[in-house]
């Protein structure tokens, strides 16, 4: 029977550590899976919350591009308002009488030294043609502008033409000032 004992007890023991290896076993298993399951939870909570800042992201570009979208309309139309008011001022400069229209063009005359050819424009034609000192100017063929002249000579040329005067001369010291009149 001690042999029968012996294997009884050897059984009983194995059974013990076949138990207890299973118990460790599923321990371990059970915290391999809590730890997973937490590692899992943290990495969707990073994803989260990365997904949110990159639609937050996403959002404020998408804002930002929309607000300069808007500006840039709105400016747009402000410089084509603009650009039609001085054109408006070129064209009512251009129905000034030839009386009062005139001096202004004394003044561009004066500022020329040089000698050389004038290019009225058809409606100042005649006006020129009498203002103009015959040894200094040649009046030539006319041209399209509204009003003023063209000054060509073998070194220079100046433009004198209304158009011209408007957008070079006038709009560049009276824009910032009609625009907040106009916008304010």
Do not use: W
Request: include cysteine.
């Amino acid at each position: 029977m001690a042999l029968q004992d012996i294997l009884a007890a050897i059984t009983a023991e194995a059974d013990k550590y076949i138990t207890d290896a299973r118990t460790e076993h599923q321990r371990s298993v059970t915290q391999l899976r809590e730890e997973s399951e937490r590692n899992l939870a943290k990495k969707k909570q990073e994803i989260a919350v990365s997904k949110q800042q990159k639609m937050d992201q996403l959002t404020t570009k998408a804002q930002t591009h929309a607000n300069a979208q808007k500006r840039n309309a709105v400016l747009s139309t402000k410089k084509e308002m603009l650009d039609t008011v001085f054109a408006k001022a070129a064209q009512k400069l251009s129905e000034v009488s030839d009386k009062d229209i005139e001096p202004l063009l004394r003044v561009c005359i004066k500022g020329i030294k040089a000698k050389g050819i004038i290019h009225p424009s058809t409606k100042h034609a005649d006006l020129l043609k009498k203002i103009c000192p015959s040894e200094q100017f040649r009046i030539e063929k006319p041209t399209h502008a509204k009003g003023g002249f063209l000054f060509v000579s073998e070194k220079e040329e100046q433009d004198f033409t209304f158009e011209h005067l408007m957008e070079h001369v006038v709009r560049p010291s009276h824009e910032l000032s009609i625009s907040k009149t106009l916008f304010s």
